[in-house]
């Protein structure tokens, strides 16, 4: 298994910029596919980026592209989500994932996540 910890939420206003890290440990990072997830107050859970478990391909949820990037840092076993030009409607709370890839693909899925994170909350204001 795979423990995986978010740091990084806070209160922001809107136009501004966050980073989300996300700590694996447990199992090897590398062998993971990796993703985050949020939920805003009263929505079901969405799909927000996903990164290979090479790191080759990235994916991400059309509202976001152009303003939230993904990566992850082999060396840290690390995985993070900078967000920039927040927007009041990115208020949730952030989730990472992780999905096993015992063959390390290229493969970035958008759903069937079996690891998660308690998640860390983003509060944007006007």
């Known amino acids: 298994q795979v423990q995986l910890v978010e740091s990084g939420g806070g209160m922001v206003q809107a136009g501004d910029s966050l980073r989300l890290s996300c700590a694996a440990s447990g199992r090897t990072f590398s062998s993971y596919a990796m993703a985050w997830f949020r939920q805003a107050p009263g929505k079901e859970r969405e799909f927000l980026a996903a990164?290979?478990?090479?790191?080759?391909?990235?994916h991400y949820k059309d509202s976001v592209k152009g303003r939230f990037t993904i990566s992850r840092d082999g060396a840290k076993n690390t995985v993070y989500l900078q967000m920039n030009d927040l927007h009041l409607e990115d208020t949730a709370v952030y989730y990472c994932?992780?999905?096993?890839?015992?063959?390390?693909?290229?493969?970035?899925?958008?759903?069937?996540?079996?690891?998660w994170g308690l998640g860390t909350r983003v509060t944007v204001s006007s």
């Open positions: 990164v290979s478990c090479t790191g080759n391909e990235k």
């Open positions: 994932v992780a999905a096993l890839d015992s063959d390390c693909s290229d493969n970035v899925p958008t759903y069937g996540y079996d690891y």
